[in-house]
């Protein structure tokens, strides 16, 4: 099911443009995406239209798809065969980039103190259950 747009909403392509050119816009739009989710989108007769209902549709995950994926990366990232400080630059490179994807806002210095800690705490033991079982 398609979400319903209200005037209101901004549309990212310009509403005019030639109809060869909507028409080639239409074409790349749908061939850029898989099969299964381009179906829903054949019906539509502009190129903003497409553009706008796939961006509705997409934009409203937010960074949760990002955020899964890196947090399985963290806790399936091993030592391994790597030293400890691979193993550890690895591990920092996935944190920043959860960092940059969560948008945590405190309400004030003490809960951010709190979450800082929570967060350290959480890097902690993902660092110690990836370690080789010869630090156990």
């Known amino acids: 099911m398609l979400p319903e747009m209200n005037s209101n909403q901004i549309t990212l392509i310009p509403p005019i443009i030639r109809e060869s050119e909507n028409s080639l816009v239409m074409s790349w739009l749908i061939n850029?995406?898989?099969?299964?989710?381009a179906?829903?989108?054949l019906l539509?007769?502009?190129a903003a239209k497409i553009w706008n209902v796939a961006s509705l549709t997409y934009s409203q995950m937010?960074?949760?798809a990002q955020i899964y994926e890196l947090r399985?990366?963290?806790h399936g990232t091993k030592q391994g065969e790597t030293t400890i400080s691979q193993y550890f630059s690895e591990l920092c490179g996935l944190w920043q980039?959860?960092?940059?994807?969560q948008d945590f806002q405190a309400d004030c210095v003490g809960d951010a103190l709190k979450f800082q800690k929570l967060v350290e705490k959480e890097r902690i033991y993902d660092f110690l259950a990836g370690l080789n079982n010869?630090?156990?």
């Open 44 to 46: 539509l007769d502009t």
């Open 32 to 37: 850029s995406m898989q099969p299964q989710i």
């Open 39 to 41: 179906r829903a989108y």
């Open 134 to 136: 010869e630090y156990d």
């Open 62 to 64: 937010g960074n949760d």
């Open 97 to 101: 980039e959860l960092d940059y994807y």
């Open 72 to 74: 399985n990366k963290v």
